[in-house]
């Protein structure tokens, strides 16, 4: 395993192409809380990411695990966030039941689009985010070449999710 909660919890195997980080601080994206769109006084922890090789400030890709165990986060766990940008479904990571929901916010050039789950387990709220992010190329001076496209990355995000495992 790349990364494992101790028992019981969330683990996630290795992906090539993907390296694993411990936090969700990277300098070219800025939404570093525990799940995207998290409300005001939300609190959880970053638990592990796969980040996509390449990945920059253009263009960058990531599988993000988080986790809360505040009662409020458990209790508001599956409900999207008002950025939520289509509606909820249900879908198996692992063996467990997720909520999931795309969600987006775009402004001065930069964006971010995820692909978010969110389970009650173990009576923790885990987020799982697929977030692509970046700035439009053209703004830059020369215009920059991303890194890969949105739609490799978000296929690559979507097989990433086989590497989460549960460990009892």
């Known amino acids: 395993m790349a990364f494992s909660e101790t028992p019981p919890g969330i683990a996630l195997a290795a992906v090539p192409g993907m390296e694993l980080r411990r936090d969700f601080t990277r300098t070219y994206l800025a939404l570093d809380g ?12 970053p ?5 996509l090789d390449g990945s920059n400030e253009v263009t960058a890709a990531e599988l993000r695990v988080g986790r809360s165990d505040d009662a409020g986060a458990v209790a508001d766990c599956l ?18 039941s997720f909520t999931h929901f795309p969600v987006g916010d775009a402004a001065m050039s930069h964006y971010v689009s995820a692909d978010s ?12 985010d697929l977030v692509v992010a970046g700035t439009r190329p053209e703004v830059y001076d020369p215009p ?25």
């Open 34 to 45: 525990w799940k995207l769109f998290a409300a005001p006084g939300s609190t959880g922890s």
């Open 47 to 51: 638990l592990a990411a796969l980040v």
């Open 79 to 96: 409900t999207p966030p008002a950025e939520a940008t289509g509606p909820a479904d249900t879908v198996d990571i692992g063996g467990v």
């Open 117 to 128: 789950y969110r389970a009650v387990q173990h009576a923790r709220c885990y987020a799982i």
């Open 144 to 168: 920059r070449t991303p890194p890969f496209s949105t739609e490799d990355a978000r296929d690559k995000l979507a097989a990433a999710l086989k590497a989460v495992r549960w460990v009892e």
